[in-house]
């Protein structure tokens, strides 16, 4: 069964720093590109960063590049997703989402169960 | 503002047959683009519901259904549940980036 497991929101002040870490189990997890996309309070979806399945091409919202960093551990079967400077507008639910296989636009086929960031003082 | 346009609300009694629309442009839709829908029920992660304009995944009821024509995509509904009542995303690319749907949210009367 695929799993997809965040973890390591919370709150934190502005200008603080969190990691989030999400743990990918039931599948081949080195074969497949992932995502991070966030909700925040009572919005709508929208797509944070992008990372291939090797780790070589990585893609990133304008709302986030240069204070985010995507990354992943093929071997701890983990992707991470290292928030810095981080701003009030930074609070939503995190999710991270497996793209399926098979070409460029292809949908995301599983999602973890998210994990709330807060950036409040 | 959302790149693709969708309704906020939709709603529809027990039985009956709703559509959601997803509008965009030539650069996205348009442009050729596959469109997918996610279903997010209250107080849950969004779940792929159709994806490549038209197709369900397995496990999906076969009352959902997707269809894609010129820059607009649609998501209908049929024999309407309860169990229904959620949210609603269209996704697809723009410029070669992920755009989503701002939601609909569907009300079973």
């Known amino acids: 069964e695929v799993q997809l497991v965040e973890s390591g929101g919370g709150l934190v002040q502005p200008g603080g720093s969190l990691r989030l870490s999400c743990a990918a189990s039931?599948?081949?997890?080195?074969?497949?590109?992932m995502n991070w996309v966030r909700q925040a309070p009572g919005k709508g979806l929208e797509w944070v960063s992008y990372?291939?399945?090797?780790?070589?091409?990585?893609y990133y919202a304008d709302s986030v590049k240069g204070r985010f960093t995507i990354s992943r551990d093929n071997a701890k079967n983990s992707l991470y997703l290292q928030m810095n400077s981080l701003r009030a507008e930074d609070t939503a639910v995190y999710y991270c989402a497996r793209k399926a296989q098979g070409g460029f636009e292809t949908a995301w086929d599983y999602w973890g169960q998210g994990t709330l960031v807060t950036v409040s003082s | 503002q959302s790149v693709l346009t969708q309704p906020p609300s939709v709603s529809g009694a027990p039985g009956q047959r709703v559509t959601i629309s997803c509008t965009g442009s030539?650069?996205?839709?348009?442009?050729?683009?596959?469109v997918h829908w996610y279903q997010q029920l209250p107080g849950t992660a969004p779940k792929l519901l159709i994806y490549g304009n038209s197709n369900r995944p397995s496990g999906v009821p076969d009352r959902f259904s997707g269809s894609k024509s010129g820059t607009s995509a649609s998501l209908a509904i049929t024999g309407l549940q309860a169990e229904d009542e959620a949210d609603y995303y269209c996704?697809?690319?723009?410029?070669?980036?992920?755009?989503f749907g701002g939601g609909t949210k569907l009300t079973v009367l």
């Open positions: 039931g599948f081949t997890f080195s074969s497949y590109e």
């Open positions: 030539s650069s996205n839709i348009g442009a050729g683009y596959d």
């Open positions: 990372i291939s399945s090797s780790g070589s091409t990585i």
């Open positions: 996704q697809s690319y723009d410029s070669s980036r992920v755009v």
